[in-house]
């Protein structure tokens, strides 16, 4: 009798901890059928609609290289206007090169409630996947720029900016490539890698419906990048 119990509560605790482990992706792909923008970097240098901010990136052998010059204080950006969007998906595939950092990051130039018209990013390490609400979070304007001026911040932001971000580990082989997709649908972002759902971060700030800019933005020299498409439902 005492066996079957212990018997039943391991089956009980395995399903309950398979059911918490088994979070998958809730927006739907197929949602996504306007190509707004693709660029397979077939090209020996970056096309015209490419902005460049504090970057030496260059097209070679069929990718983008994202390059920060050595006396920069700022990471390289490689930007992609668009006609303002609020859903969107951006695909990209990567392979760290020197770099072990760089994120895929959100703009409204007309934005002025956030530094720099920053609405959100996703931010990719070999070691861990991150997930920014910029908006309503850390480049808040009032919370930027307390934190570049170095003054302390009250414990209530604090606690705020604990819901503007999620992070989740993972382990990437850095000597290989890989593909990044990120949805974003209402006020819900989430991140795959390699098809496999990472996580998914739901604030306010996600919400923003004027979404004109796509940044790829390199940490340090150097990132590889192709395969770059951004689409809209």
Not at 99 to 109: A, G, I, L, P
Not at 131 to 148: A, E, M, N, S, V
Request: charged letters at 30%; aromatic letters at 8%; a neutral charge.
């Amino acid at each position: 009798m005492q066996v079957d119990r212990l018997f039943v509560l391991v089956i009980f605790l395995f399903g309950f901890l398979s059911c918490a482990n088994a979070e998958e992706a809730s927006i739907e792909p197929s949602r996504y059928q306007k190509v707004v923008f693709e660029d397979e970097f077939s090209g020996d240098h970056l096309g015209k609609r490419w902005g460049m901010y504090k970057s030496e990136s260059v097209v070679k052998d069929g990718v983008m290289i994202g390059i920060t010059p050595e006396d920069a204080d700022h990471p390289s950006v490689n930007t992609i206007r668009i006609d303002p969007q609020g859903d969107l998906e951006v695909s990209v595939s990567f392979k760290f090169a020197g770099s072990n950092r760089f994120q895929v990051m959100y703009r409204d130039k007309n934005c002025k409630s956030s530094h720099a018209g920053h609405i959100c990013h996703v931010a990719v390490t070999p070691d861990s996947l991150t997930l920014y609400d910029g908006k309503t979070g850390i480049f808040r304007k009032d919370i930027r720029d307390q934190r570049k001026l170095k003054q302390p911040v009250s414990r209530e932001t604090k606690e705020l900016l604990k819901t503007k971000t999620a992070r989740f580990p993972m382990k990437l082989d850095v000597t290989q490539w890989h593909d990044l997709t990120i949805r974003i649908q209402g006020d819900v972002m989430e991140a795959s890698v390699d098809g496999k759902f990472i996580g998914r971060l739901q604030s306010e700030g996600l919400g923003h419906s004027t979404k004109d800019q796509v940044n790829l933005t390199t940490n340090l020299r150097e990132v590889h990048y192709d395969h770059f498409k951004i689409k809209a439902p």
